[in-house]
């Protein structure tokens, strides 16, 4: 046998893919740098800048030298904060060392997974999903079981929990609303999988990165149900609630034994989260209910905008209930979404995100963010009308 190369990478990442979301933004310039006018729908960042008082925080917080090795799982109070926080808005009832600070949502997730996949292991996940999570699950060398949402919702969500499991199942992705269908799930389904987890004694990753953001409906969090707390990693993230993508702020919230393993990938990846960010963190915290109901109202006339203007050109598209993304078939125009999306950037100049990214499930649609301005949705709207001449 010849001998193998010691250059070579870990196999734990044969699996995992490189998003594939950049190759849109790689084509948008491209056009943009060739002086075309493209409708950008296809992001999935807030449309307001911070506010005033997080960026101030964290001047002052530098200013203030906050700029020194921090407790790696995240300061006393900022993780007081979170605490209150917590109860307040999930009902979820946690001490100071039932949560930490992490770089963004994403690491928060990715530290989950990490810390309860083993290799052969499976994970059901609702499909279509956000596109990463197929990769933080077969990084772990586990294997991602896909459950088709609609499916779930039409037969009953546990029976087709039940249909997708395999007796080497150990954990349920679970994010409500989510990304990119912009679906929530209701009191009534969050039991249902809520009772299927303990039943199959299951571990729950719960991801409430749009826990602001429901129109219809209220956000429950999994974790707050009874018996669920002790199987259940809930992550969260400052980026959408708080127009802080860039601030790469998130944090978990996890009993024992599942908080000392995400201690430790913390502490190995980062080191925690940067000192005046935390800081900033603490000051985000204390924006008001009245200000982030203000911009879910934003976000609600701008959906409703970008759904009108879909459904007028034939795009059929029932009003996402939560996060900030429409969803609609658009076999009208290819049933490949890889083929529409290109279709519809080439001869409208509108950016989607092909609805095949998000695993087999989302074929047949395209993803329309409208984080955006509402003279951005009208200018798309007029270009979906000129497509349809
Ligand atoms: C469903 C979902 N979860 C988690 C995240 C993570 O966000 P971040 O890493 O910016 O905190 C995102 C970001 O787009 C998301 O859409």
Not at 51 to 71: C, R, S
Not at 228 to 249: D, N, V
Request: with cysteine.
């Amino acid at each position: 046998m010849p001998k193998q190369s010691g250059i070579r990478l870990a196999k734990r990442l044969d699996e995992v893919g490189f998003s594939d979301i950049v190759q849109i933004r790689n084509k948008v310039m491209e056009l943009r740098a060739a002086g075309q006018q493209v409708h950008a729908l296809h992001g999935g960042e807030p449309y307001f800048e911070t506010p005033e008082p997080i960026k101030y925080a964290a001047v002052k917080a530098l200013v203030e030298n906050y700029t020194h090795y921090a407790p790696s799982s995240g300061v006393m109070p900022l993780r007081e904060a979170l605490v209150k926080k917590l109860a307040a808005k999930n009902k979820i009832k946690v001490t100071t060392d039932e949560v930490i600070a992490t770089v963004g949502g994403s690491q928060a997730l990715y530290a989950a997974f990490q810390a309860v996949l083993d290799p052969g292991d499976d994970a059901l996940v609702f499909s279509p999903y956000w596109t990463p999570i197929r990769d933080l699950v077969t990084g772990t060398q586990a294997r991602p079981l896909l459950v088709p949402t609609t499916t779930a919702r039409r037969n009953g969500i546990r029976k087709t929990l039940e249909q997708f499991s395999t007796p080497n199942t150990r954990a349920i992705y679970y994010n409500t609303p989510q990304n990119p269908s912009g679906l929530v799930f209701t009191r009534a389904e969050a039991e249902e999988v809520a009772a299927f987890a303990k039943e199959r004694d299951l571990i729950v990753i719960a991801d409430e990165a749009y826990e602001d953001l429901v129109y219809e409906g209220e956000h429950v969090s999994i974790a707050s149900l009874p018996g669920m707390l002790e199987r259940t990693i809930t992550c969260y993230t400052f980026s959408k609630t708080y127009g802080m993508t860039g601030w790469r702020a998130g944090y978990a919230v996890a009993k024992e034994p599942f908080m000392t393993a995400l201690r430790k990938i913390v502490l190995y990846s980062t080191n925690g989260v940067t000192t005046f960010v935390q800081q900033a963190m603490i000051d985000a915290l204390k924006i008001s209910e009245a200000e982030i109901a203000a911009h879910r109202e934003e976000y609600r006339k701008r959906r409703d905008l970008l759904v009108s203007a879909l459904n007028e050109v034939g795009l059929k598209c029932e009003p996402p209930a939560g996060a900030f993304y429409a969803f609609p078939n658009v076999e009208k125009i290819n049933k490949n979404s890889k083929k529409a999306a290109e279709i519809l950037l080439e001869k409208a100049h509108v950016a989607t995100i092909p609805g095949s990214v998000f695993g087999a499930q989302g074929e047949g649609h395209l993803r329309f963010g409208y984080a955006i301005s509402v003279k951005e949705i009208e200018a798309c709207a007029e270009a979906l009308r000129k497509f349809r001449g």
